[in-house]
């Protein structure tokens, strides 16, 4: 490897790094340390850097969030755009009665807006791994969001049933980018399990907000609104969001993912010459190494590249990607299913009227939103690891829909306010924790393929079990009576799952399993 060559004597053919701690990206300092094996002793110490990669300029901030205004703003654009995911998933849930006499459709018709969903799901699931290559973090969450506001902006003329459907597949498209993009990105910063769980969060206050609001506007006295009418909030919410994702991830461009991948690449080789035992990088790692990277593997070889960051064919061939993938389709599903059936199923069984219904409903979402923000905080500081708190929290959350479905057909509701509340606690930060769980025990060049696979599919969940929730409802008279014994089930599994992760892989926890 060549060694670092100072910024105004030569045109950067590989990686030349030149920073100062506050300094501008686009004001690199004039001086870089060589040592013969590319690594500058006093890089060690910073935070942040300017690099020329590929003949573009990057700018390389903090994973602390303490010492970066630009990551503040980034995390704070990440949450305002997950409550957008809440508002617009909870809204869905909430209009179902509505929808269903406004287009004179049945619950199997209603729930091919689910369909449409869980495929624009895939779409990004397949195409994860190209459009993090082509387009940076960057271009995937603007694309994400701008695809989504848009099919809001439709909906919100009350078109077509088709087209509304149609509109659920651009929403689909919008949460598979932003959820594989987000949630990579927020897991391999400082503070991850917190960080996650305020982000998972921030989707829980947004469902939280949805149904009461909905249910006000629509039912208020004088100038009630139309249920399409909604769509335009949230199409103006969208807007604003990809305004903020535009501005803070503008120096996510494709050519610094490159860098990243390749960096981690690099970084873990260093360290596992270093140190066999430890084989868990954590990105802080890669910023405290410059690298020099032959021409060779600038223009990236095909070995180096298998081993930097594998094709989503790659990833799929892992028997573990699989595992994780099917756990938060399983996870997604029950939970949304729940809480997006939940108002129908209070109406029709139960005979609740419609507000009470939707204040049930917001119970939920609200006990999931606590369990989000606050349990991430307990799963970092007084578990062990993140593999013992996921099982706490799945075994919690399949007590209490098991609870739910004992106490369901009862006329006590204060109980079952206090039921849903706090299963929603418990089934609160199971997303975020088994993201950050994937993180450590996954591979590097799993992190984006692999990592983006598995929130894609997970959500794909989101269409794909509320779908069979609505198939089993118009299938016959008892159909949506069984809807929490169906719930039950699928976390059933979820406990038999993790518990099989926790065994194979504690011992090796942290140091990348396979």
Same mark, same amino acid.
């Given at each position: 490897?060549?060694?670092?060559?100072?910024?105004?004597?030569?045109?950067?053919? &590989? /990686?030349?790094? $030149?920073? %100062?701690?506050?300094?501008?990206? #686009?004001?690199?300092?004039? @001086? !870089?340390?060589?040592?013969? +094996?590319?690594?500058?002793?006093?890089?060690?110490?910073?935070?942040?850097? &300017? /690099?020329?990669? $590929?003949? %573009?300029?990057?700018?390389?901030? #903090?994973?602390?969030?303490? @010492? !970066?205004?630009?990551?503040? +703003?980034?995390?704070?654009?990440?949450?305002?755009?997950?409550?957008?995911?809440?508002?617009?998933?909870?809204?869905?849930?909430?209009?179902?009665?509505?929808?269903?006499?406004?287009?004179?459709?049945?619950?199997?018709?209603?729930?091919?807006?689910?369909?449409?969903?869980?495929?624009?799901?895939?779409?990004?699931?397949?195409?994860?791994?190209?459009?993090?290559?082509?387009?940076?973090?960057?271009?995937?969450?603007?694309?994400?969001?701008?695809?989504?506001?848009?099919?809001?902006?439709?909906?919100?003329?009350?078109?077509?049933?088709?087209?509304?459907?149609?509109?659920?597949?651009?929403?689909?498209?919008?949460?598979?980018?932003?959820?594989?993009?987000?949630?990579?990105?927020?897991?391999?910063?400082?503070?991850?399990?917190?960080?996650?769980?305020?982000?998972?969060?921030?989707?829980?206050?947004?469902?939280?907000?949805?149904?009461?609001?909905?249910?006000?506007?629509?039912?208020?006295?004088?100038?009630?609104?139309?249920?399409?009418?909604?769509?335009?909030?949230?199409?103006?919410?969208?807007?604003?969001?990809?305004?903020?994702?535009?501005?803070?991830?503008?120096?996510?461009?494709?050519?610094?993912?490159?860098?990243?991948?390749?960096?981690?690449?690099?970084?873990?080789?260093?360290?596992?010459?270093?140190?066999?035992?430890?084989?868990?990088?954590?990105?802080?790692?890669?910023?405290?190494?410059?690298?020099?990277?032959?021409?060779?593997?600038?223009?990236?070889?095909?070995?180096?590249?298998?081993?930097?960051?594998?094709?989503?064919?790659?990833?799929?061939?892992?028997?573990?990607?699989?595992?994780?993938?099917?756990?938060?389709?399983?996870?997604?599903?029950?939970?949304?299913?729940?809480?997006?059936?939940?108002?129908?199923?209070?109406?029709?069984?139960?005979?609740?009227?419609?507000?009470?219904?939707?204040?049930?409903?917001?119970?939920?979402?609200?006990?999931?939103?606590?369990?989000?923000?606050?349990?991430?905080?307990?799963?970092?500081?007084?578990?062990?690891?993140?593999?013992?708190?996921?099982?706490?929290?799945?075994?919690?959350?399949?007590?209490?829909?098991?609870?739910?479905?004992?106490?369901?057909?009862?006329?006590?509701?204060?109980?079952?306010?206090?039921?849903?509340?706090?299963?929603?606690?418990?089934?609160?930060?199971?997303?975020?924790?088994?993201?950050?769980?994937?993180?450590?025990?996954?591979?590097?060049?799993?992190?984006?393929?692999?990592?983006?696979?598995?929130?894609?599919?997970?959500?794909?969940?989101?269409?794909?079990?509320?779908?069979?929730?609505?198939?089993?409802?118009?299938?016959?008279?008892?159909?949506?009576?069984?809807?929490?014994?169906?719930?039950?089930?699928?976390?059933?599994?979820?406990?038999?799952?993790?518990?099989?992760?926790?065994?194979?892989?504690?011992?090796?926890?942290?140091?990348?399993?396979?």
């Amino acid at each position: 490897m060549s060694s670092a060559k100072p910024v105004e004597s030569q045109r950067l053919s &590989s /990686i030349d790094i $030149d920073f %100062e701690p506050n300094e501008s990206p #686009s004001e690199p300092s004039s @001086s !870089s340390t060589e040592t013969s +094996l590319g690594i500058d002793p006093a890089f060690s110490k910073k935070e942040k850097f &300017s /690099i020329i990669f $590929d003949d %573009e300029l990057i700018y390389v901030d #903090s994973i602390n969030w303490r @010492s !970066s205004n630009l990551l503040k +703003l980034q995390i704070l654009a990440s949450y305002t755009m997950f409550i957008l995911f809440g508002l617009a998933e909870q809204t869905m849930g909430t209009i179902i009665p509505v929808l269903q006499q406004d287009y004179k459709v049945n619950d199997l018709q209603i729930s091919l807006v689910f369909v449409f969903s869980v495929s624009g799901y895939f779409v990004m699931a397949l195409s994860n791994d190209f459009t993090h290559k082509a387009l940076g973090i960057r271009g995937v969450v603007v694309l994400g969001s701008t695809v989504m506001t848009f099919g809001y902006l439709i909906e919100s003329t009350r078109p077509p049933f088709l087209v509304f459907c149609v509109c659920y597949f651009m929403g689909g498209i919008g949460f598979g980018s932003l959820d594989a993009g987000l949630n990579g990105w927020v897991g391999s910063l400082h503070d991850s399990n917190q960080l996650l769980g305020i982000l998972h969060g921030c989707y829980g206050i947004g469902c939280m907000i949805s149904p009461p609001l909905i249910t006000h506007l629509l039912e208020r006295k004088e100038n009630p609104w139309a249920w399409n009418h909604f769509y335009i909030v949230l199409s103006i919410i969208g807007g604003f969001c990809v305004s903020m994702l535009i501005l803070t991830f503008k120096y996510e461009t494709p050519k610094k993912y490159k860098f990243v991948a390749q960096m981690k690449h690099e970084s873990r080789k260093r360290c596992d010459a270093k140190n066999r035992d430890e084989e868990h990088i954590e990105l802080e790692s890669f910023k405290k190494l410059s690298v020099e990277i032959s021409d060779n593997e600038v223009n990236s070889s095909d070995s180096v590249q298998e081993e930097t960051s594998v094709t989503l064919l790659g990833a799929l061939k892992s028997r573990l990607v699989w595992i994780f993938a099917l756990i938060l389709f399983i996870y997604v599903g029950g939970e949304v299913s729940f809480g997006t059936w939940i108002i129908t199923y209070l109406i029709r069984v139960n005979k609740l009227p419609y507000k009470m219904a939707s204040y049930m409903a917001t119970s939920f979402w609200f006990g999931l939103t606590v369990g989000r923000i606050v349990l991430g905080f307990v799963t970092a500081h007084y578990f062990k690891t993140e593999l013992l708190a996921n099982f706490v929290y799945i075994l919690g959350s399949f007590i209490g829909y098991l609870f739910f479905w004992i106490f369901a057909g009862s006329k006590m509701t204060v109980l079952l306010f206090i039921t849903v509340f706090f299963t929603g606690l418990f089934v609160g930060p199971i997303f975020p924790t088994t993201i950050v769980t994937s993180i450590k025990v996954l591979p590097p060049k799993y992190h984006t393929s692999g990592i983006g696979f598995v929130c894609a599919f997970g959500g794909g969940g989101a269409a794909g079990l509320p779908f069979l929730i609505g198939l089993i409802a118009e299938s016959s008279d008892i159909g949506m009576k069984i809807m929490p014994l169906l719930i039950v089930l699928m976390f059933g599994v979820l406990v038999v799952l993790w518990a099989g992760i926790m065994k194979r892989y504690s011992a090796s926890y942290g140091r990348n399993a396979l």
